[in-house]
């Protein structure tokens, strides 16, 4: 079982930057990949960005080149930086474990959630 806290999120004007943090319990956290997905209000939940154990990393590409995702296996914690927000970024913003090798974009893969962290952008 793990289980996952997000923190960092916020209110920030459009230009700014956040950073994640996704806190996991359990000692296996190294062996997990670990992903951000994000849902914005009336719509579904989407694949944001995912590192996994060997620290490969993949972005969706409406984020690419502004959003980094890293991992901490000493601290169980995966962030998620953010610069050059868009109002458009404005979602609910959460963690996931994936105990399966690889990565997938799809939030059926994944094992375990957080309860996510509001993300603000105003224009």
């Known amino acids: 079982q793990v289980q996952l806290v997000e923190s960092g999120g916020g209110l920030v004007q459009a230009g700014g930057s956040l950073r994640l943090a996704c806190a996991a319990s359990?000692?296996?956290?190294?062996?997990?990949?670990m992903g951000w997905f994000r849902q914005a209000p009336g719509k579904e939940r989407e694949f944001v960005a995912a590192?996994?154990?060997?620290?490969?990393?993949v972005y969706a590409d409406s984020v690419k080149g502004r959003f980094t995702i890293s991992r901490d296996n000493a601290k169980n914690t995966v962030y998620l930086q953010m610069i050059s927000l868009k109002p458009e970024d404005t979602a609910v913003y959460f963690c996931?474990?994936?105990?399966?090798?690889?990565?997938?974009?799809?939030?059926?893969?994944?094992?375990?959630w957080g309860q996510g962290t509001q993300v603000t952008v105003s224009s």
């Open positions: 590192i996994t154990r060997k620290s490969n990393t």
């Open positions: 359990g000692r296996t956290f190294s062996s997990y990949t």
């Open positions: 996931a474990a994936d105990a399966n090798l690889g990565f997938s974009y799809s939030t059926s893969r994944y094992d375990y």
